[in-house]
């Protein structure tokens, strides 16, 4: 069982800067990987970026490309997102999520079994 705790988020203007962290603890194995999810009112949940815990491998939704950068803190257990260059589209609960996923659906929230409560982020125009 993995536990997952975020902070962070909250209002910011279009071009600012936010970061969100999520902390985990329980057991977790060799291919361990850590993801950040969004949804926006009346949208599906959509993947972010997720890294890979034992080798920092990570990968970028298109829409964040460049704007998003996800790092761990391997003492600490937890992982960031530091998300720059903000825009009213970025506006949506963002959910930390945990898991061994197959390198296969790493994009895919059914194949993180663990689920931070979700932290809100608006952005404002």
């Known amino acids: 069982q993995v536990q997952l705790v975020e902070s962070g988020g909250g209002l910011v203007q279009a071009g600012g800067s936010l970061r969100l962290s999520c902390a985990a603890s329980?057991?977790?194995?060799?291919?361990?990987?850590m993801a950040w999810f969004r949804q926006a009112p009346g949208k599906e949940r959509e993947f972010v970026t997720f890294?890979?815990?034992?080798?920092?491998?990570?990968n970028y939704a298109d829409s964040v490309k460049g704007r998003f950068t996800i790092s761990r803190d391997n003492a600490k257990k937890t992982v960031y997102l530091q998300m720059n260059s903000l825009k009213p589209e970025d506006t949506a609960v963002y959910s930390c999520?945990?898991?061994?996923?197959?390198?296969?659906?790493?994009?895919?929230?059914?194949?993180?079994?663990?689920w931070g409560q979700g932290t809100q982020v608006t952005v404002s125009s």
């Open positions: 329980g057991r977790t194995y060799s291919n361990f990987a």
């Open positions: 999520a945990a898991g061994h996923p197959d390198p296969t659906v790493e994009y895919a929230s059914s194949a993180y079994p663990y």
């Open positions: 890294i890979r815990w034992s080798v920092g491998n990570t």
